[in-house]
């Protein structure tokens, strides 16, 4: 193991630092990586085919944890990473610039000695997947992005100001109140409510009460919204270095319920993919990894075995 790891224990003497870093199968490490700390959840064999994970927001490594167990099991080198300025990673105020935060993971692929990973992102996680695909492709061996298209097609997702996702999402760029409504958890309420399909809401409130608190504390809030913010609203610098075509095999889960990256938002995601795009779609809402598990653990492992043959 690299000596760059810290192990952390996955017990802790308060309450919430055990719903950040919650027991269960897998391992709790931290790693240095680009001048900062990163959490990772850990699990699988040592010599098992390397898989990054990339939570959504409002969310955080626990998100991906049904993935992780399952991608585990099938014999996967899986870890779940807390993104810079989330979860037990690094909260550093006017660090979360999308191409750095995609860069994050180069980094910690590096001190972890892994040359080369499949990279799974959901959501806010999928943006920074297109982006490491594109700025470092040397390190992706693949590329799923779920309930996530394109960034350069982010002008064309956005959902209607006046129906509750749209309302939901300019709550997230409102200056001031959205540092309100996050710190109390009326953005993670409202996200579950209005981008989740409505048969799967009561599924993500049993969870609500672990991205509260890990919004709930200080610079948390802050860091959270710069990255989200700034990887929505992307610079024209960023646009022109990711307004390229990656070659690696790249696939998409179009969530059929989704509030917020509905499916008509997907259509032009070919155009940055030089093979030829594999498309699953789910009937759940913009959180596949915790609305529909099951389904979406089929989907990541028919890519991942249509990669490594």
Known sequence: MSSNFLDRPSTS??????????????????????????????????????????????RTWYSMRHLLVH???????????DLRGFGSSDLQPHGQDPVRMAADVTAVLGSLNVAKAHIIGEGMGGIFGWILAATNPR???????????????????????FSAAGRTAMKIRAPWFN??????????????????????????????RVYRYAFSRPFATETALEAVIRANSLTRRTRARIDTVVDMPVSRVICLQDGLRPPKTFLRDQQWAKQPITTFQLDCGHFP????????????????????G
């Not at 991608?71 to 990473?81: I, K, N, Q, S, T």
């Not at 540092?179 to 969870?207: E, H, M």
């Not at 990894?289 to 490594?308: D, F, G, M, S, Y």
């Open 71 to 81: 991608l585990a099991a099938e014999g996967y080198r899986v870890w779940a990473m």
């Open 139 to 161: 390190v992706v061996a693949s590329l799923m992005s779920i309930a996530q298209p394109h960034p350069l097609n982010l002008e064309r997702s956005s959902p209607s100001p």
């Open 289 to 308: 990894t915790e609305e529909a598990p099951e389904q979406l653990n089929e989907a990541v492992l028919n890519h991942l075995k249509a990669c490594t």
């Open 13 to 58: 003497n308060t309450d919430g630092r055990s719903l950040l870093l919650p027991e269960g199968e897998w391992q709790h490490i931290t790693v240095n990586a680009g001048g900062a700390n990163f959490h990772l959840a850990q699990m699988g064999p040592a010599d098992g085919e390397p898989v990054m994970l990339l939570h959504s927001f409002p």
């Open 179 to 208: 540092v309100r409504n996050l710190r109390s958890g009326k953005i993670v309420a409202d996200a579950a409510a209005s981008w989740a399909a409505p048969q799967n809401r009561s599924k993500l409130q049993a969870d609500e």
